[in-house]
């Protein structure tokens, strides 16, 4: 039997490695983390429990003027408006104060949802492989390890069709101009991009965050899509406010990546809050 290759992205043993560390920030983006984590605690108080970054600047690859500061902040009970509000308004004082961000993503959830059964193959995984440690005590330590196998593809990235209704009414909402699309291109491409990954995650048998690599490794195993999937990780990098673009998204590579997940993999499990 052939020997199964270990990927980038797996430790020693094939689980995911944690990507990230406050170690490989750039200095330029310093300031940034600093400024999030000193005033996380002053506007969520004594319901803090944990803030993490994720994305770009902990693993080292962002972009002056491009990538934004995503934050994922956990409370010690279930998110109220106020919470949103209160880091929704901090995430707006930051980007205008720092011109290297382009703005400020924060996703916000009681911890005990991190750690709950249903989410431990997504939110759970995100914590504990995608996220690095700001503030707080770090959840991972009440997580399992993970490996790049079918349920965790399922767990994460299984629910495409139930998102593609709910993008169509976005796009028909926004505006019509190249501005008010822009945004919508940058994240339905990288939804795509990734989906596509972890489609063929399992069979690739490693990890990567990095978009273009992700385009690349589902179009060696679909290479009818793979310059569609090319193209798709560009704009999340570089977005267009083509409408065109949108309409393929959701009509052709949306509809046909949900469809081959669900023969793949099957269909992410119901959350109660879906």
Excluded at 85 to 100: H, K, M, N, S, W
Excluded at 190 to 205: E, I, K, Q, S, Y
Aim: aromatic share 8%; charged share 25%; proline share 7%.
């Amino acid at each position: 039997m052939a020997e199964t290759i270990r990927r980038p992205g797996l430790d020693a043993q094939g689980f995911i490695a944690r990507e990230g560390s406050l170690a490989r920030v750039p200095a330029v983006f310093r300031p940034v983390v600093a400024a999030a984590r000193d005033r996380l605690p002053e506007v969520l108080g004594a319901r803090l429990h944990s803030a993490y970054l994720y994305g770009s600047i902990p693993r080292g690859t962002a972009r002056v003027g491009r990538s934004d500061l995503d934050l994922l902040v956990a409370l010690r009970d279930t998110p109220a408006e106020a919470d949103r509000d209160a880091v929704r308004a901090l995430g707006e004082a930051i980007d205008t104060e720092f011109p290297q961000i382009d703005g400020v993503g924060t996703l916000l959830y009681g911890w005990q949802r991190l750690l709950s059964e249903p989410e431990r193959q997504d939110l759970g995984w995100f914590v504990a492989c995608l996220c690095t440690p700001l503030l707080g005590e770090d959840l991972a330590a009440y997580l399992p390890r993970y490996r790049p196998d079918s349920l965790l593809a399922r767990e994460t990235n299984g629910d495409l069709a139930r998102w593609l209704p709910r993008w169509r009414e976005r796009i028909a909402r926004a505006g019509d101009t190249e501005a008010a699309r822009r945004p919508l291109v940058r994240f339905m491409s990288r939804h795509l991009v990734r989906t596509g990954f972890t489609l063929v995650m399992p069979r690739w048998n490693g990890w990567t965050s990095d978009l273009r690599e992700m385009a690349e490794v589902c179009g060696a195993y679909y290479p009818e899509r793979a310059a569609q999937l090319l193209t798709a990780a560009r704009y999340g990098h570089e977005p267009v406010g083509d409408p065109e673009v949108l309409r393929s998204y959701v009509d052709d590579l949306g509809p046909w990546l949900a469809g081959e997940y669900a023969r793949v993999h099957g269909v992410k499990t119901p959350r109660p809050e879906d």
